[in-house]
């Protein structure tokens, strides 16, 4: 017997109503403290103790199959003719049927046994669950289904009965194999990760299962090969193809110290890898698991529909018995009015209605997943579908994040003496701005000669000093001197440059200008968003007013506030959410943690392999690819779009079909192909969010 907190992966789930069906039933078992059957990802989450035959058996009414989740994904998919044989038969028995129709009449008894055959091979499963459902007074499509059927059997319209079998359960088949094809995304994604992986012990190389691989194993990985566990380059040098986990098309160079992710292909060189995460917590192990319970969380527009569902079923069951006992009581042929009310009972089945929001959640997480976006759930992938206003954090987002120089200006004519004593002072610093500074001059090849530093010291906010050759040398922003800086200066700081000074006490040897530089993709993307109805976009930044103001104009953003600090960027979103309504922002993951989580939905950016960012960001932007922003919101757009159009089309054709019962129009097979015709347009519908990309 399994322990507490069990997790098994189920076969043959035909509907969603069937889920919470064997869902319930699981509950009923002995020992089984609560349970959550996924129909998303057909996964069964037991609290308890229960037999995997006493699961099984709770199925039985939909021939569920249960297995483990590692048993499950070495499984070999059953044919078509294997997994339908039974809706083939029954296919085979009606079309029979017809033939003794033509050669004998339709009341002959062999047409009447063919169909009757029929009818009871395709619907076996059927009149299991739904007879347990009416013991239970639990009206779902099964339901309605089994009491249609029988119906038409006792007023003798044994062809209409078999027909209404045959085409509901081809509707299922085509229910199972597109929602089959929408969970084909993160299927994809388990299944890019080798079983095993060469691993070097003891001085001893040797095949190994994921599972036996501990962190500090040393992983050898030949050209071509995908990488089976993430871990860091120890030796070797080569590109990395990381699509499956970032969405990047072009291969990331990497070297020693460089992190890898499992599931992605070692192109060109040899690798020696140290693990460093067991297979269960790798970058690829998370976005699985996250994005299974994604796809199972319900959106707001499915919690509504499945709301409607269950006031709507009732009434369809009224509206059925109305049309079948009202009109014979004026006078109307019971026959015709009962066959009415069957009909009535058929086109009612809410299964188009039903699957209509979560086929489309399912295939839009699905593929944002396999593009590099991790949306952490419907609610999310909605709420995005409806933001107005998007915050950026402005370092490492819309920026770089790492400052360049710019711009340099000589005070002097002795450049040598200016570059060099400059260098001396910014090669003790730690400071980002200092790097930046010695970057540029090793870069650009300045010549430089050793100068010693005496009695170096930092002054706070405002740069560092040292005594070179007998005198005090400055270095940091122009309110560190007296003297005020030139029109040049000006000219750098106006046009959102950050400047630092170089001198002593009686004068400015040199101006350096820095600017941390918008990504090249930033005013495009910008621009995008603009165009997908994002109406306000902002910049919050802890930089001077100068320098975000010429960086909103050069990206055309709508408005910027500058010298934020985290908390003053905290409280920005939420006076916008009071005032204005919903707002998006998106940052580093890390940095800006309150203001993300305050958000509507917080989007984290470059977030393969950052634990924090996966666990707290609403949508996750796994590689550092700002272009995957614009992808996700018209994805989202396209999601909500979607969903309306589902739920529109479900309910309207079948107002529509219970029009005809006006006329008395409405047959069994109108009924069932408007019922399994809206299943199959609703998820045909939904499968088309796979196209964007």
């Known amino acids: 017997m399994p322990s507490s907190q069990q997790t098994y992966r189920v076969e043959g789930v035909s509907c969603a109503n069937c889920a919470k069906t064997f869902e319930n039933n699981v509950k009923r078992i002995k020992g089984v403290d609560n349970a959550e059957v996924n129909f998303a990802t057909l996964k069964v989450d037991i609290d308890g103790k229960a037999s995997i035959s006493d699961i099984e058996k709770a199925g039985s009414f939909d021939n569920i199959k249960v297995v483990t989740e590692n048993d499950n994904a070495n499984q070999a998919k059953e044919p078509f003719w294997v997994r339908y044989d039974r809706i083939i038969f029954s296919a085979l028995l009606v079309v029979l049927g017809f033939a003794a129709t033509f050669t004998f009449g339709s009341s002959h008894y062999l047409t009447t046994i063919l169909f009757g055959l029929a009818a009871l091979v395709g619907g076996i499963t059927l009149f299991k669950a739904g007879l347990i459902n009416l013991t239970r007074l639990r009206f779902d499509m099964k339901t309605l289904m089994t009491i249609a059927v029988i119906g038409a059997i006792l007023i003798g319209e044994w062809r209409e009965a078999a027909i209404v079998v045959i085409l509901f359960a081809i509707s299922e088949a085509l229910e199972s194999y597109s929602m089959d094809k929408a969970r084909a995304s993160i299927r994809s994604l388990m299944k890019i ?60 160079e990497k070297s020693a110290n460089d992190e890898v992710f499992a599931g992605t292909i070692n192109q060109d060189g040899y690798l020696e890898i140290e693990v460093t995460k067991k297979a269960e917590d790798t970058t690829i192990a998370k976005i699985v698991h996250l994005v299974e319970e994604a796809q199972g969380e319900r959106a707001p527009s499915q919690a509504f529909v499945d709301r409607f569902a269950a006031y709507y079923t009732p009434v369809i069951i009224a509206i059925a018995i109305l049309v079948a006992v009202i009109p014979p009581l004026f006078g109307g042929a019971w026959s015709v009015w009962v066959y009415q009310g069957l009909a009535v009972l058929v086109v009612g089945c809410p299964c188009a209605l039903v699957i209509s929001t979560p086929v489309a959640i399912v295939t839009a997480i699905g593929n944002a997943a396999r593009n590099g976006v991790l949306i952490k759930g419907g609610i999310y992938l909605e709420q995005m579908g409806r933001i107005k206003s998007i915050a950026f954090d402005k370092t490492g987002t819309l920026t770089n994040g790492t400052p360049k120089v710019t711009d340099v200006y000589y005070f002097t004519d002795n450049r040598e003496k200016a570059i060099n004593y400059l260098n001396a002072l910014e090669t003790k610093s730690n400071h980002p701005l200092a790097k930046a500074i010695v970057d540029y001059i090793s870069d650009e090849k300045i010549n430089t000669s050793k100068v010693d530093v005496e009695h170096f010291t930092t002054i706070k906010g405002k740069g560092i000093q040292g005594e070179i050759n007998g005198e005090m040398i400055y270095a940091g922003s122009p309110n560190l001197f007296d003297q005020l800086p030139n029109e040049e200066v000006n000219n750098f700081q106006e046009s959102g440059k950050t400047v630092m000074l170089c001198g002593t006490n009686d004068e400015i040897l040199v101006a350096i200008a ?3 530089e918008p990504r090249k993709e930033s005013k495009q993307i910008i621009k995008q968003l603009h165009k997908l109805g994002i109406n306000h976009t902002y910049m919050l930044t802890g930089d001077h007013a100068q320098t975000a103001v010429a960086l909103k104009e050069d990206l055309e953003i709508t408005d910027v506030k500058a010298g934020l600090l985290p908390k003053d960027k905290l409280d920005f979103i939420k006076k916008h959410q009071d005032k204005h309504g919903d707002i998006a922002m998106i940052g580093d993951g890390i940095n800006d943690t309150p203001a993300l989580a305050a958000s509507t939905v917080g989007v984290a950016m470059g977030s393969a392999g950052t634990d924090s960012a996966l666990e707290t960001a609403d949508i996750a932007l796994m590689g550092d690819d700002l272009e995957k922003l614009p992808f996700t919101v018209k994805l989202s757009r396209r999601t909500l779009s979607i969903i309306k159009q589902n739920v529109s089309f479900a309910i309207g054709i079948k107002v529509l079909a219970l029009l005809l019962v006006i006329p008395g129009w409405l047959t069994l097979w109108i009924a069932i192909f408007a019922d399994m015709g809206a299943t199959l347009l609703v998820t045909l519908n939904a499968l088309r969010l796979l196209k964007i990309r």
């Open 514 to 516: 820095l600017r941390d």
């Open 193 to 252: 990760s080798p079983k095993k992986a060469l691993i070097r012990r003891n001085g001893t190389d040797q095949i190994i299962a994921i599972e036996d691989i501990v962190i500090g194993d040393l992983m050898l990985v030949k050209p071509g090969e995908r990488i089976a566990m993430d871990g860091r380059v120890i030796d070797g040098f080569s590109a990395i193809n990381q699509a499956s986990i970032t969405g990047e098309s072009i291969p990331v």
